[in-house]
């Protein structure tokens, strides 16, 4: 019944997808809004089928439905009802199908908020594009990675899923999160695929595209720092980030995105930046779908990875498709996007130029990095590895002087700014990041990268700060909308100094300890208590009772889940604003009185880490509450949004 409903759902949205395609172009042909407006019906459709799907999926893992293979892999009798749910994106096929419920609910929300435009020809073209993709990921499903496959012989219990997606709740909100950015990204770059078939490049149509760049953007941010936080709860080894291939897959978008949101503000007040933003739209998308192949096609070897997967051609294929067509489209439309001359500087849209130069270079290091040893492979048949050396000594110097120039860039007017202007507006701002800088070095530091890194982050800090209380003082209430990208700043300088003094001063070793015995390390106290075995359904845990500075006890353990052999450490966490203690169970006691090995991390500062991410976010989610304020406050205006004829558009092109 569960497969069943869920392959019908399956099809339902694929031709619904399909339909709705050919709907849109006969409307778009016809010139016929009647046709454009019924085609937002298909959309729903595609939406209801996924859903469907979704509940079938939810259904099969929370009545234990063995005779679906994916259930029988990913879920079991024992696994904890949080986990039954999860077990939906805990493996390639179900993830997918959280990639286009995710997807369809995006195009029927484009829809449901462009009702009142719904026959402009210029959005049809954009559903009609997303349509497209949902119509591949449907297809993906229904081909290569179905999740509705059933089995000859329902075994009468399934597998359980990975233990690593079974030890910490922060499973059912990272991946979600981090799809809702990533997904969401396919809504910008549809409606800048459709500027450029239509040539439309007027304010509305921008804001439109920013807007739910930004919606996107925000959930990325949150799913990026989220899953740092998950890598950091359960794997046991101290760290949050490692430049990880997959980790580089969500972080490539990320980087992308930034920037087009940063360069749509050129367009937005009428600047010239047009083909770096269709670019970035594109690269954007393009590369979404390229970190999908990283993860879901085998090719890599990672603890977030899918592996075994037969999906590597199909993605590749479609990555290609998506990359050629929209360079070719750019070709087209290169005399429509052509700027009209290179900006200055020390003005607002040659901050916004500099702006993606850096962004590019960093997404370029990051790229070359994550694909060299594949491409090393394919060449030479030798394996080889790009570590976070390579990684950090070029991205390092271009973090600095993003720092630097995102602080610098909203003191610069829409024309050419005085120098001495500028100096004066920051001599406050670079006085306190000196002061800094010369604390640091009295006491102690050498690290040249760590010392930058202070005293950027101060100038960041205090620039950014100057700019919030004027710009209250001047806009107040209506200041929401150029606070939240302060605001984002703001974290973002949180995020650098959280970065360099957990990098630099974290400390980590071994403590060895008999039952009720203390040890000392990095100024702490640590007592051990002894250890206990904890059963329950799900797993059966080795948890070891230890006493931190006389706070607690933590308690790191091993653990098995149900049938599964693999043994997963699982650590445990003293928090503090200036400092985590960290602590896993490196070596159990053989006998009751035996010592136990005790891995130890002292993180400075990295609770300040995931804080600094939540106001990137708010940043961000302040911004998409002023486009909705906006929005409101001059529906007519957005109802009515002027679209160019396109034979007029050929004509002066």
Known sequence: MNALLGSVGLVVSLAGALAGIAQYAWGIRRRSPTAIRAAGGFVVLVAVGALLSTFAMQRALLTHDFSIAYVAENSSRETPLLYQITGMWSSLAGSILLWALILSLYLALVVYRSRKREADRSLAWTMLIGLVVAAYFFAL??????????????????????????????????????????????????????SLITGRTDQDFARETRYWALVAWVFLTLGIFLGAWWSYRVLGWGGYWAWDPVENAAFLPWLCGTAYIHSALSAKRGGNLRIWNVALLISTFALTILGTFFTRSGVLQSVHAFSGSKLGPDLIAFFALVTLGSLALVAWRVPLLRSAGMPALLERDGAYVLNNLLFAAFALVVLIGTTFPLLAQAVTGQVVSVGPPFFNSFTAPLALVMLFGMTVAPYLGGRRTAVAGLVDALFVPAAIALVVVLVAILAGLRDKGVIGAYGMAAFAMAGTGKQMLRRLRRGGGRSLGSMGGLVAHMGVAIVAVALATSTAFGTRGEIKLTPFGTAYFH?????????????????????ASITIDGSGPYHPAISQFGTNTQVVGTPSVKVGLTEDVYITLDSPPQTATGPVLIGVVVEPLVSWLWIGGAVMGLGGALGVAAALRRRRASPRKHAVAPEPDPLTIEENA
């Open 141 to 194: 499903m229904l081909h290569s990675a179905n999740p509705f496959v059933t089995l000859a012989h329902a075994p009468v219990d399934g597998q359980g899923p990975n233990p690593l997606l079974q030890d910490y709740p922060l499973v059912a909100f990272h991946p979600p999160m981090l799809y809702l950015g990533y997904v969401g990204f396919t809504i910008p770059f549809a409606f800048g695929i459709s």
């Open 523 to 543: 100024g702490h106290r640590f007592t051990y208590d002894g250890v206990a075995t904890k059963v329950t359904p799900a797993r059966t845990s080795l948890l």
